[in-house]
């Protein structure tokens, strides 16, 4: 099994946090263009499945020896030459080693996990895509190590704390409840796909069936394949969500790193939601790309075609060194307080109010979550056991 153990450097700062951490990954296609992928919360490498088809043109591991790579003749990637994918497993889920303290998760200690995978693979330097929480890592590794990054893709991102409360109407309230007490993969698949899909894509009819049905069955298969993502995995990955943050001085090292960057989202996605990617977009000018489409958080699978094409566009202007002001199609600041700025501020303002009664209204709600469930256990406990009539006899 192919495995980096990352945190063997004894000068590493964070050698201690990363002793005996094994990162699990897999690589597929050959070709000059390497390209790192970085999933999201409880994703594991082959959720990036459309991607690695698309990229590499083929999804079959490098080291599935049992098999000749199938590759797709007419494949996309033949545009900029071959491509070799690598994705993996973060540290918290799937084969990769799951540590048990909170404080061994944060966004920037799992970017180290991804630099270390890069020397692992003997990269030197390659495209980082990152979905999710995996955007706020790739975030991380870019401003961490910037000479690195040929370009840089981030897939339905948000910033941290706040910015992870997803929105809250009375379709998020019920998704959350379902998730909260989801027990099997079944319960977890159901939730999933409301999760990660636009209603309309989910109800459109393939062959007799609805593809909300279809995805079920992929759903349950895969989860049940990897197993449902432990507490500690969970947790952690959560900490490092809810920790992580962006500072400006990252951010100029990102803006003046040489290369340039997609911001690519899904306009109904109701987990990150897409006015922080714009926000992100427009910090990130003039390197940045924003490219919306229509689709909810798992946009990579419900539009396929159209996201692989917008990261091959990236890989593409990046190896004909597109300048930035020909690259981005973000609006420039404009200078000086006007009118319309003062309102964006006082938007801005009335958002993070917002936001904190999101937190408060969800915190009170997983006490009661957890509240039920704990009075539940203890009635269960107390309940007398039933005496059959027969044995009274």
């Given amino acids: 099994m192919p495995y980096c153990e990352v945190g063997k450097a004894p000068s590493s700062d964070d050698a201690a946090l990363n002793n005996g951490i094994q990162i699990y990954y897999r690589t597929y296609g050959h070709g000059p263009t390497k390209v790192l992928l970085i999933i999201g919360l409880a994703g594991t490498h082959d959720s990036w499945g459309p991607q690695i088809k698309g990229l590499a043109g083929t999804d079959r591991p490098n080291d599935d020896e049992s098999m000749e ?26 084969r990769s080693s799951v540590p048990t303290k909170k404080s061994d998760y944060t966004t920037r200690i799992m970017a180290k996990d991804a630099i270390a995978l890069l020397d692992h693979l003997g990269w030197k ?8 929480m995996g955007a706020m890592i790739a ?11 040929l370009s840089l893709a981030l897939l339905n991102v948000t910033g941290g704390g706040f910015e992870c409360v997803p929105k809250l109407d009375r379709k998020s309230l019920s998704i959350a409840i379902r ?14 796909l409301d999760t990660h899909y636009s209603e309309e894509f989910l109800e459109e009819i393939v062959g007799s069936n609805t593809r909300r049905s279809i995805l079920y069955q992929d759903y349950v298969k895969g989860i049940t394949a990897s197993g449902m993502q432990s507490n500690y995995g969970f947790e952690g990955q959560i900490n490092a969500c809810w ?3 962006m500072t400006q001085a990252e951010i100029d090292l ?3 790193g040489g290369f340039l960057v997609s911001v690519i989202h899904g306009r109904q996605d109701i987990i990150a939601q897409i006015n922080h990617a714009r926000r992100l977009a427009q910090k990130l ?19 396929t075609e159209e996201v692989n094409q917008a990261l091959l566009d990236l890989i593409k202007a990046s190896e004909m060194k597109m300048s930035p002001h020909e690259w981005t199609n973000v609006p420039k600041k404009s200078s000086g307080v006007t009118e319309a700025s003062s309102r964006t501020s006082v938007e801005r303002e009335g958002n993070r109010i917002l936001a904190k009664i999101h937190i408060y209204i969800l915190y009170i709600f997983s006490l009661f979550m957890m509240a039920l469930k704990y009075a539940r256990s203890a009635l269960q406990r107390l309940k007398p056991a039933r005496v059959e009539a027969s044995s009274l006899k």
């Avoid at 330097?125 to 999710?132: D, I, L, T």
């Avoid at 998730?179 to 999933?192: G, H, I, N």
């Fill in 69 to 94: 790579v199938d590759r797709e003749p007419d494949g996309a990637h033949n545009e900029v030459g071959g491509i070799e994918v690598c994705s993996f497993d973060n540290r918290g889920m799937g």
């Fill in 125 to 132: 330097k390659a495209h980082v895509f990152g979905h999710s």
């Fill in 139 to 149: 975030c991380k590794m870019a401003a961490l190590v910037p000479d690195r990054i």
């Fill in 179 to 192: 998730f909260l007490k989801a027990k099997t993969p079944e319960q977890r698949a159901a939730v999933d």
């Fill in 243 to 245: 920790r992580h943050k």
């Fill in 254 to 256: 990102i803006r003046s």
């Fill in 285 to 303: 000018q003039p390197v940045a790309r924003m490219v919306e489409f229509h689709g909810a958080h798992l946009v990579t699978h419900e539009r």
